[in-house]
Structure formats: structure tokens, C-alpha cells
């Protein structure tokens, strides 16, 4: 069973910058896809970046630029750095993880088995 425990989120003034972890657990495995993805008050869930273990990165386009993730495989740990940010980055982030499998082109919520608790994040004008 993959568990993941996110960190990090809080609020910050527009232009700042975050930093969001997520460590995974209980996946002995070599392929899998894992991402982030985030979810504003009264809109869908949206994916913001994902890599996998090919090495594949993705990111929307609405963050590609600002936001940089990568992952510590010594740690089994994954992080999206967020640089430049707005206030219609607020929202609740949320980890996510699918094992087997590398990202597909367009990650979208079904495509992921395993998910964090989530991690708010408020940007401030």
C-alpha cells in the first residue's frame, strides 16, 4: 500500500515563493508516474506537474516557468518548488501517485490510485 505524507504550503505574498514534499512510502517497485495536482474552491482538480520514472517531466502551462518539480529518490521524496507566484495559485495541493506505469500524456485525477492529504496554499495580493 503507497502512502503519501505531504509537507510544507502555508500562505505567502504575490511574488513569492513555496515549497511543497511529499514522501512516499510502501512501493518497492521501479515504474510509476507521480505528480501534483491542485483543486480551488468550486473548480475540477487540476494537474500542475508530474515526472515518473523514466524521467518524463510535465507541467501545465499555467505554471511552466514558475514551478520546478523534482523528486529525491534517496528519500523517496518528491517536491514542487513554487517561484513567482499569484493568487490564482490558491488552492488545496494535493500528491499524487500511480504505480506500473509512467505518466500519460495529459495525467488526470482517475489516472492516480494514491493520494496525500493535501496541502493548502494561499497567495495573497
Known amino acids: 500500500q503507497v502512502q503519501l505524507v505531504e509537507s510544507g504550503g502555508g500562505s505567502v505574498q504575490a511574488g513569492g515563493s513555496l515549497r511543497l514534499s511529499c514522501a512516499a512510502s510502501?512501493?518497492?517497485?521501479?515504474?510509476?508516474?507521480m505528480g501534483w495536482f491542485r483543486q480551488a474552491p468550486g473548480k475540477e482538480r487540476e494537474g500542475v506537474a508530474h515526472?515518473?520514472?523514466?524521467?518524463?517531466?510535465s507541467y501545465a502551462e499555467s505554471v511552466n516557468g514558475r514551478f520546478t518539480i523534482s523528486q529525491d529518490n534517496a528519500e523517496n521524496t518528491l517536491f514542487l518548488q513554487m517561484n513567482s507566484l499569484r493568487p490564482e495559485d490558491t488552492a488545496m495541493y494535493y500528491c499524487?501517485?500511480?504505480?506500473?506505469?509512467?505518466?500519460?500524456?495529459?495525467?488526470?485525477?482517475?489516472?492516480?490510485?494514491?493520494w496525500g492529504q493535501g496541502s493548502q496554499v494561499t497567495v495573497s495580493s
Open positions: 499524487a501517485a500511480a504505480v506500473g506505469w509512467v505518466c500519460p500524456f495529459v495525467p488526470r485525477p482517475t489516472d492516480f490510485a494514491y
Open positions: 510502501g512501493y518497492t517497485g521501479s515504474t510509476y508516474c
Open positions: 515526472i515518473d520514472s523514466d524521467g518524463n517531466l
